[in-house]
């Protein structure tokens, strides 16, 4: 992806519309899908209310950062391989025992703390901004992640009937968390944005950037004995 494929918010919506459709509600990517679908809808929602401070370089980071999740997609559906911090996620999307809060979790977790750097710089080669200008909106943004996250979490918990599988899930998705994600993420940016101008080091950063967040991914995506699919699936 270049920054010359960034898709308008509604084109994001769009996508992630048909993939709801297409899609059937117990596909890990699916569950992830719903969820960035709600984020997608309150950043639009906040792109006309003056949320951000500015709303047209939101607009271009919320295009870039999704063409990323898209990419995977559409490189699992051409038979490609994903970036490695996607991997876990489309090559687990239908094993037994990974309840759904897994899924939406490990998606997260690939795509805050591995594309959300990536898309923040770069939007700033897109505007010739650099990263700090960028900071207080880029943390509005995190905020509305954060808001879906613990509506998520209150969705998917384990009820009264799946006791058996709560304390294991638990000890699971406890391991991540969405602010040492989004400080991770922001750690990244500045680290990444410093490696810029000498290629192979940023490359090489970038590289093991993917790969670290995949083996986070593929442990929040460990199946779980009992572990139930989404209700109605």
């Known amino acids: 992806m270049t920054i010359s494929d960034a898709l308008t918010v509604d084109q994001v919506i769009a996508r992630m519309d048909e993939l709801r459709a297409a899609l059937p509600p117990s596909d890990g990517v699916a569950v992830f899908n719903g969820m960035y679908l709600t984020v997608t809808r309150l950043v639009r929602e906040r792109l006309d209310q003056a949320y951000f401070d500015d709303p047209a370089a939101m607009a271009e980071l919320d295009g870039l950062f999704a063409g990323r999740y898209l990419a995977a997609v559409d490189d699992d559906r051409a038979g490609r391989r994903p970036n490695p911090c996607w991997r876990p996620l489309f090559?687990?999307?239908?094993?037994?025992?990974i309840h759904p809060l897994q899924y939406a979790l490990a998606g997260m977790?690939?795509?805050?703390?591995?594309?959300?750097?990536?898309?923040?710089?770069?939007?700033?080669?897109?505007?010739?901004?650099?990263?700090?200008?960028?900071?207080?909106?880029?943390?509005?943004?995190?905020?509305?992640?954060?808001?879906?996250?613990?509506?998520?979490?209150?969705?998917?918990?384990?009820?009264?009937?799946?006791?058996?599988?709560?304390?294991?899930?638990?000890?699971?998705?406890?391991?991540?968390?969405?602010?040492?994600?989004?400080?991770?993420?922001?750690?990244?940016?500045?680290?990444?944005?410093?490696?810029?101008?000498?290629?192979?080091?940023?490359?090489?950063?970038?590289?093991?950037?993917?790969?670290?967040?995949?083996?986070?991914s593929r442990a929040l995506l460990t199946p779980l004995d009992g572990a139930t699919a989404l209700p109605g699936s």
């Open 109 to 216: 977790n690939a795509h805050i703390e591995h594309d959300l750097p990536l898309a923040v710089l770069d939007t700033c080669r897109s505007l010739g901004r650099h990263p700090e200008q960028l900071a207080t909106d880029y943390h509005r943004i995190n905020d509305l992640l954060a808001q879906v996250e613990d509506q998520v979490r209150d969705e998917l918990l384990p009820g009264p009937d799946d006791l058996p599988v709560a304390a294991p899930l638990m000890h699971v998705v406890g391991v991540w968390s969405i602010d040492r994600a989004r400080e991770a993420a922001w750690a990244s940016v500045l680290a990444l944005w410093e490696l810029r101008r000498v290629r192979p080091a940023y490359q090489l950063a970038v590289d093991a950037l993917a790969r670290s967040v995949g083996m986070v």
């Open 91 to 97: 090559d687990l999307r239908a094993t037994p025992g």
